[in-house]
């Protein structure tokens, strides 16, 4: 059973940066996608940013597109999110998550999902 612990929440004032960090156990056993959801005051749980982890390949959310970054560190068995100008409307729970098992992109079945940290984004 893979685990994803993330950690790197946090409150930010509007413009400011945050990095989310995202470390699983048995990193290998993860064959596909890895990366970042989100779920704001009343709205909808949506992809953020994922990465394949063969070839780097990133998706991103349009509203994050020029302001996110998604990385890996493969030795540290670690997925990062850089968040920078962060707005308002980033506020919400970040989830970890892994392995794609279907559905389309921002949303999608994952098979592995981490408890969340929280971003707040004060103006």
């Known amino acids: 059973q893979v685990q994803l612990v993330e950690s790197g929440g946090g409150s930010v004032q509007v413009g400011g940066s945050l990095r989310l960090s995202c470390t699983a156990s048995k990193y290998t056993s993860i064959t596909n996608w890895m990366g970042w959801f989100r779920q704001g005051p009343g709205k909808e749980r949506e992809g953020v940013a994922v990465?394949?982890?063969?070839?780097?390949?990133?998706y991103y959310a349009d509203s994050v597109k020029g302001r996110f970054t998604i990385s890996q560190d493969n030795a540290e068995s670690t997925v990062y999110l850089q968040m920078n100008n962060l707005k308002p409307e980033d506020t919400a729970m970040y989830y970890c998550?892994?392995?794609?098992?279907?559905?389309?992109?921002?949303?999608?079945?994952?098979?592995?999902w981490g408890q969340g940290t929280q971003v707040t984004v004060s103006s």
């Open positions: 998550v892994a392995d794609w098992r279907g559905g389309n992109w921002p949303f999608g079945d994952f098979g592995y």
């Open positions: 990465i394949y982890r063969d070839s780097g390949t990133p």
